[in-house]
């Protein structure tokens, strides 16, 4: 069996987002990873704190998730260490309507983990400066 490249990492992750499989999704996130999540206030840097997160967010009515993918970008920087960067859009329902976030983010994945995802932030992309 092949390792997965860093963008089938993410093209997994966005699939386990799509579908609301919190396991799927916590199984590629180191035991000591980082989280700054998109829509909370709060690092989230432990396997709990993590399943909470994404319980609640996949909770969200229509939940949805896409990449743009000129906007990926792909580093390799050693010894099976990659960073990602780019821009997703976040789509679910609040209050019955379905809403777009627009969201920044960054990966760093250490492929010789079985859970590859060290590090991960996410945030809005503000509207104005």
Same mark, same amino acid.
């Given at each position: 069996?092949?390792?997965?490249?860093?963008?089938?990492?993410? /093209?997994?992750?966005?699939?386990?987002?799509?579908?609301?499989?919190?396991?799927?999704?916590?199984?590629?996130?180191?035991?000591?990873?980082?989280?700054?999540?998109?829509?909370?206030?709060?690092?989230?840097?432990?396997?709990?704190?993590? !399943?909470?997160?994404?319980?609640?967010?996949?909770?969200?009515?229509?939940?949805?998730?896409?990449?743009?993918?000129?906007?990926?970008?792909?580093? /390799?920087?050693?010894?099976?260490?990659?960073?990602?960067?780019?821009?997703?859009?976040?789509?679910?329902?609040?209050?019955?309507?379905?809403?777009?976030?627009?969201? !920044?983010?960054?990966?760093?994945?250490?492929?010789?983990?079985?859970?590859?995802?060290?590090?991960?932030?996410?945030?809005?992309?503000?509207?104005?400066?």
């Amino acid at each position: 069996m092949t390792q997965p490249t860093p963008r089938e990492i993410l /093209d997994q992750w966005m699939q386990a987002v799509n579908n609301a499989d919190v396991e799927a999704l916590l199984n590629l996130y180191d035991a000591n990873a980082v989280l700054i999540p998109t829509f909370s206030n709060r690092t989230r840097n432990t396997p709990e704190k993590l !399943r909470e997160y994404f319980e609640q967010l996949g909770s969200r009515p229509e939940l949805s998730i896409a990449l743009h993918e000129k906007t990926l970008i792909v580093q /390799d920087l050693s010894n099976q260490l990659y960073t990602l960067g780019g821009i997703y859009n976040w789509r679910f329902a609040v209050d019955g309507e379905v809403l777009n976030f627009e969201a !920044r983010f960054s990966y760093v994945m250490n492929l010789s983990k079985p859970n590859p995802i060290v590090h991960h932030h996410s945030s809005q992309i503000p509207r104005t400066l």
